[in-house]
């Protein structure tokens, strides 16, 4: 009887214990996801008590390919999983299902939005990237697109201003080209002219080439590079550290927290 109970407490002890590290390795899952569960993916004809928009209604059919996307009851979990999944600060997305013409785009949304605290919520339009169809990585794409309107004072640029977040990455690209002399890159006699990069070529295909195919210049690839981060929390060159862009990424979307912002 007493090793029937010894037994007992062993089988007791290693079922709480199996119990507690599932409980543990569920939080520390969780809170490597920033869209945590579904309820923090909201559609605007929810918040506005308002009826869906047919997606009929919209003139462009990539853009109608979108908002099915976008509505398909697979979404959520396609969003949690590669969207911001390694990014540590909380997302809400609303998602507008209502409008049939783009209401905003690369600005703050709060007046529109309400913002959550302690949460970054983006605002989506299916209108947004109309050329492909709303992927996560395509979303986090036009992340990017909103980060190259983000001004030196860190409001949004309204005017001819220079983009911080091109700048930083013209500059990692230079000092990794100066650094690695021996590569061939393009147009490594003049790197500052970084608009005439072709498709596939260059600094594109050296340093990431799962991007090289479906970047067209600087301005794409710089917003593909934003896309991986927001998938993988962390841009991976095959030469050259990107620690620089990751840090301006974190630390606008560290300044995004408590607000609403338009993604595009």
Same mark, same amino acid.
């Given at each position: 009887?007493?090793?029937?109970?010894?037994?007992?407490?062993?089988?007791?002890?290693?079922?709480?214990?199996?119990?507690?590290?599932?409980?543990?390795?569920?939080?520390?899952?969780?809170?490597?996801?920033?869209?945590?569960?579904?309820?923090?993916?909201?559609?605007?004809?929810?918040?506005?008590?308002?009826?869906?928009?047919?997606?009929?209604?919209?003139?462009?059919?990539?853009?109608?390919?979108?908002?099915?996307?976008?509505?398909?009851?697979?979404?959520?979990?396609?969003?949690?999983?590669?969207?911001?999944?390694?990014?540590?600060?909380?997302?809400?997305?609303?998602?507008?299902?209502?409008?049939?013409?783009?209401?905003?785009?690369?600005?703050?949304?709060?007046?529109?939005?309400?913002?959550?605290?302690?949460?970054?919520?983006?605002?989506?339009?299916?209108?947004? +990237?109309? %050329?492909?169809? /709303? #992927? $996560?990585? =395509?979303?986090?794409?036009?992340? *990017?697109?909103?980060?190259?309107?983000?001004?030196?004072?860190?409001?949004?640029?309204?005017?001819?201003?220079?983009?911080?977040?091109?700048?930083?990455?013209?500059?990692?690209?230079?000092?990794?080209?100066?650094?690695?002399?021996?590569?061939?890159?393009?147009?490594?006699?003049?790197?500052?002219?970084?608009?005439?990069?072709?498709?596939?070529? +260059?600094? %594109?295909?050296? /340093? #990431? $080439?799962? =991007?090289?195919?479906?970047?067209? *210049?600087?301005?794409?690839?710089?917003?593909?590079?934003?896309?991986?981060?927001?998938?993988?929390?962390?841009?991976?060159?095959?030469?050259?550290?990107?620690?620089?862009?990751?840090?301006?990424?974190?630390?606008?979307?560290?300044?995004?927290?408590?607000?609403?912002?338009?993604?595009?």
């Amino acid at each position: 009887m007493q090793k029937s109970n010894k037994f007992c407490k062993k089988t007791i002890k290693n079922y709480i214990n199996t119990f507690m590290n599932f409980n543990a390795t569920v939080s520390s899952i969780l809170i490597e996801m920033a869209i945590q569960s579904n309820n923090d993916i909201v559609y605007l004809s929810q918040l506005q008590n308002a009826p869906r928009n047919n997606a009929s209604n919209y003139d462009i059919d990539s853009v109608e390919s979108s908002f099915k996307r976008i509505t398909t009851r697979g979404f959520p979990k396609a969003m949690r999983n590669h969207f911001g999944a390694k990014v540590k600060y909380p997302i809400r997305l609303v998602v507008d299902d209502v409008n049939d013409e783009q209401l905003f785009s690369r600005q703050d949304a709060s007046h529109y939005i309400p913002p959550t605290p302690g949460y970054i919520t983006f605002y989506l339009h299916p209108y947004v +990237g109309a %050329a492909d169809p /709303l #992927t $996560p990585f =395509l979303i986090g794409h036009n992340v *990017g697109h909103t980060l190259q309107f983000v001004a030196y004072n860190g409001g949004f640029i309204t005017t001819d201003e220079p983009s911080p977040f091109d700048d930083i990455v013209v500059e990692v690209i230079e000092d990794i080209i100066n650094n690695n002399p021996d590569h061939p890159w393009f147009n490594k006699d003049d790197p500052g002219n970084w608009q005439d990069c072709k498709q596939g070529e +260059g600094y %594109a295909k050296i /340093l #990431t $080439p799962n =991007l090289a195919n479906i970047s067209e *210049g600087l301005e794409e690839w710089a917003s593909n590079l934003v896309g991986l981060y927001m998938k993988y929390g962390r841009i991976n060159f095959r030469v050259g550290s990107a620690i620089k862009i990751e840090q301006f990424i974190d630390q606008c979307l560290q300044n995004w927290v408590g607000r609403s912002i338009a993604i595009g």
